[in-house]
């Protein structure tokens, strides 16, 4: 019997997991790190989505453990190299929530466009405005991505179709099958001078983090509109919200956040700023088709030593 440990209590889609005699799964929502550390002792695999940090720490007080499964894309979570050293595969599941992901950063456009949240606001508290809403067409405009994996180029496709220009910058892009879906490859400074709305969709690395700050924006147009659904800390907010202030960047759709739940509420509380709380990925189907999919990554590991979604390469 293998003893799986979830630090999240949404057990939708992992019926089959669930009900295999070979596994027993114990459900310990959001424990505290201090919690964490001694629960984990115990267990042989781990399933999270992104409410735990999988520490070295953790993974040194780990005993049994040979899987760690993220529900989910992002593994900034997660220590890898300590993983890697323990011999612990990390999984994920890429691309459950890509569609979901690209519709949000549309929505969020589109809302910063048209100011709806600010329109819906107004008129919910009885004012008739429609003055001070004039909005923007995105018709005609260009849409600057940084990085074009699977999110970033969902967006692109069905950004071509409201008739943008759609640019990117990602080093490790193919650029035959960005030409295929009417993306042109550019430097980051081009993409950066270029787009009228700049969307980020790279993961959250070394290279990535604080990468749009107050040099960053001094290369962008005026006026530019900056989306974020991808990780927090590549913005620094700070300088985001003094931009914003200043009127060079001149509205936000952010979705994410350099903690979460927010500690500095600095950027959150900038007027032009429109706010979700990481709900890019939260549909019902990604959820499901998520859930479903890592449940099977985890069975096949325990049961039949198969392999899948590993981000990581430990000797075993
Ligand atoms: C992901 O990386 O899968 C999404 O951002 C959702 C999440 O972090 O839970």
């Not at 049994?64 to 050293?85: E, P, Y």
């Not at 709806?116 to 909005?135: C, H, M, Q, T």
């Not at 990468?211 to 620094?236: E, F, L, Q, S, T």
């Amino acid at each position: 019997m293998y003893k799986i440990l979830m630090t999240y209590d949404n057990t939708e889609g992992l019926g089959a997991l669930l009900s295999n005699k070979e596994f027993q799964v114990e459900i310990h929502n959001k424990p505290s790190q201090e919690e964490f550390k001694e629960l984990i002792k115990c267990y042989d695999g781990l399933l999270i989505r992104s409410e735990v940090k999988v520490t070295a720490d953790i993974i040194e007080a780990a005993q049994n453990l040979k899987f760690i499964g993220r529900a989910g894309t992002g593994v900034d979570n997660v220590d890898k190299d300590a993983a890697t050293k323990k011999n612990i595969i990390v999984a994920n599941v890429p691309g459950g929530n890509t569609i979901s992901a690209a519709e949000h950063t549309i929505g969020l456009m589109l809302s910063l466009a048209r100011q709806i949240p600010e329109a819906y606001k107004s008129l919910k508290n009885k004012k008739w405005d429609r003055k001070n809403f004039v909005g923007t067409e995105l018709f005609g405009k260009t849409l600057g991505l940084i990085g074009l994996g699977r999110i970033g180029t969902e967006v692109a496709k069905r950004m071509s179709s409201f008739e943008m220009k759609v640019i990117a910058y990602d080093p490790f892009a193919n650029s035959e099958s960005a030409k295929n879906n009417g993306i042109e490859l550019k430097s980051l400074d081009d993409v950066f001078s270029q787009a009228d709305y700049i969307s980020i969709h790279s993961p959250l690395n070394d290279t990535t983090r604080g990468m749009i700050n107050v040099d960053a924006i001094k290369k962008m147009k005026d006026g530019v509109k900056i989306i974020n659904c991808a990780r927090g800390p590549i913005i620094n907010e700070k300088d985001l919200s003094d931009a914003i202030k200043s009127g060079k960047v001149s509205g936000a759709a952010v979705d994410v956040f350099a903690k979460e739940p927010p500690e500095d509420w600095i950027l959150i509380e900038t007027d032009n700023v429109i706010v979700t709380p990481h709900l890019a990925a939260s549909t019902q189907e990604a959820q499901v088709r998520i859930a479903e999919e890592i449940g099977d990554v985890l069975v096949d590991f325990f049961t039949k030593g198969l392999i899948r979604n590993a981000v990581n390469a430990p000797k075993l």
